[in-house]
C-alpha cells in the first residue's frame, strides 16, 4: 500500500538550530516525492521536489532509497520556518495523485 | 493569475443541511483535486478529476458527498446532509496535468463548520 508517515506531528526548536523533518514512505514502484509548506494564513505550497535536488529557503531533503525516507532538514532554523510541512509521494506517471503525511508543525522559537 | 479559486472562505451550517463548495482551477490545468484537512487525519485526498472526468473518488467518505466538475474552469463538492464530522478545512488544487511530478497550486480552503 502506499502511504507516507510523518511521525512528529509537533517539532519545536530555537532559532539558529538544526532541524530534521522527518518523512518516511511506502511505495512499490518509483515514487516522485515532495515537500509543501503552510504558513499562518497562507496557502498551502510546493517547497521542493527531490528530482529538482534544489535547496530552497535554505532547506534540503534527499531520497534515501534503501531506508525509504525523504527527510526534511535545515543547519539554522529561523523563526519565519515556523509552519506546517507536509510530505507528499506521487507516481511517477502521468494521472495519479498526491499522497500526504499528517503534517508536521514546525516552531522555532528566540 | 489569481491562482485557485475557493467559495465561500468560511461556511457554518447547521447538521441536515445541504452545503455545496466550489472551485475555479487556474486556466490550463487539467487536473483538480479536491481535499479535507482535518487535526486528526491531515490532509485526505477526497477525490480528483482528469480532464473533467473522476479518476478516483476512492477517498470520499460517504454517499453524502458528490462532486462534480462540469467543465473545464469549474467544480463543486456537495455534501448532503452534513453532519457535525464533516467540519473541516477542504482544498481544491489544480496541476497542470495530475502525477509525473507535477506541482498541485492549492486554494485557500474552505472552512466548514456544522453545528
Known amino acids: 500500500a502506499q502511504r507516507v508517515t510523518q511521525p512528529e506531528k509537533l517539532l519545536s526548536v530555537f532559532k539558529g538550530a538544526p532541524v530534521e523533518l522527518k518523512c518516511n514512505y511506502s511505495?512499490?514502484?518509483?515514487?516522485?516525492l515532495f515537500w509543501y509548506v503552510q504558513y499562518s494564513r497562507q496557502r498551502l505550497q510546493l517547497l521542493l521536489r527531490?528530482?529538482s535536488r534544489e535547496s530552497i529557503k535554505g532547506f534540503t531533503a534527499d531520497l534515501n532509497k534503501g531506508e525509504t525516507s525523504f527527510h526534511l532538514k535545515k543547519p539554522f532554523a529561523q523563526e519565519e520556518d515556523s509552519a506546517m510541512y507536509y510530505c507528499a509521494l506521487s507516481s511517477n506517471q502521468a494521472g495519479t495523485a498526491l499522497i500526504f503525511g499528517k503534517g508536521t508543525t514546525l516552531s522555532v522559537s528566540s | 493569475d489569481a491562482g485557485v479559486i475557493q467559495s465561500p472562505r468560511h461556511e457554518v451550517t447547521e447538521m441536515g443541511q445541504e452545503v455545496t463548495l466550489r472551485c475555479k482551477p487556474i486556466?490550463?490545468?487539467?487536473?483538480l483535486f479536491w481535499y479535507r484537512q482535518t487535526m486528526m487525519r491531515g490532509l485526505e485526498l477526497l477525490i480528483y478529476f482528469n480532464n473533467n472526468v473522476p479518476i478516483d473518488d476512492s477517498g470520499m467518505p460517504e454517499d453524502r458527498f458528490s462532486a462534480k466538475m462540469p467543465n473545464a474552469s469549474f467544480s463543486t463538492l456537495k455534501i448532503q446532509p452534513s453532519e457535525p464530522r464533516d467540519s473541516a478545512v477542504y482544498f481544491c488544487?489544480?496541476?497542470?496535468?495530475?502525477?509525473?511530478?507535477?506541482?498541485?497550486?492549492f486554494g485557500p480552503g474552505t472552512r466548514l463548520t456544522v453545528l
Open positions: 511505495y512499490s514502484g518509483s515514487p516522485e
Open positions: 486556466s490550463g490545468h487539467n487536473s
Open positions: 488544487a489544480s496541476s497542470p496535468r495530475a502525477g509525473a511530478g507535477n506541482e498541485q497550486f
Open positions: 527531490h528530482i
